[in-house]
């Protein structure tokens, strides 16, 4: 059984910021990849930004040089500083992870926290 629980999300003025935290608990053997990604109302899933194991990072269009990622392979856990947010950040964020449990350690799957609402008010 493995569980990604995400925390931090709230309510924010526009340019404040918030910390989202994601930690992966459970059987796992190894995480790959880990990342960011939110849905707003009426609209599809999109990637914020994701970190490899190595620490390569990937950020959309609409959050670079705003917002930060951070992983801590020790936790099993990823984060993401969020600065001057914006109304349209609004959105529930979802924590991802691509990892292996120790009952099968090359099979590699996709995982998905609960999801978190921020919400960035004008």
């Known amino acids: 059984q493995v569980q990604l629980v995400e925390s931090g999300g709230g309510l924010v003025q526009a340019g404040g910021s918030l910390r989202l935290s994601c930690a992966a608990s459970?059987?796992?053997?190894?995480?790959?990849?880990m990342g960011w990604y939110r849905q707003a109302p009426g609209k599809q899933r999109e990637l914020v930004v994701t970190?490899?194991?190595?620490?390569?990072?990937n950020y959309a269009d609409s959050v670079k040089g705003r917002f930060t990622i951070s992983r801590d392979n020790a936790k099993n856990t990823v984060y993401l500083q969020m600065n001057s947010l914006k109304p349209e950040d609004t959105a529930v964020y979802y924590c991802?992870?691509?990892?292996?449990?120790?009952?099968?350690?090359?099979?590699?799957?996709?995982?998905w926290g609960q999801g978190t609402q921020v919400t960035v008010s004008s």
């Open positions: 970190i490899t194991s190595g620490g390569s990072i």
């Open positions: 991802n992870a691509d990892l292996s449990t120790v009952w099968s350690i090359r099979r590699y799957s996709n995982y």
């Open positions: 459970g059987s796992i053997f190894r995480i790959n990849d």
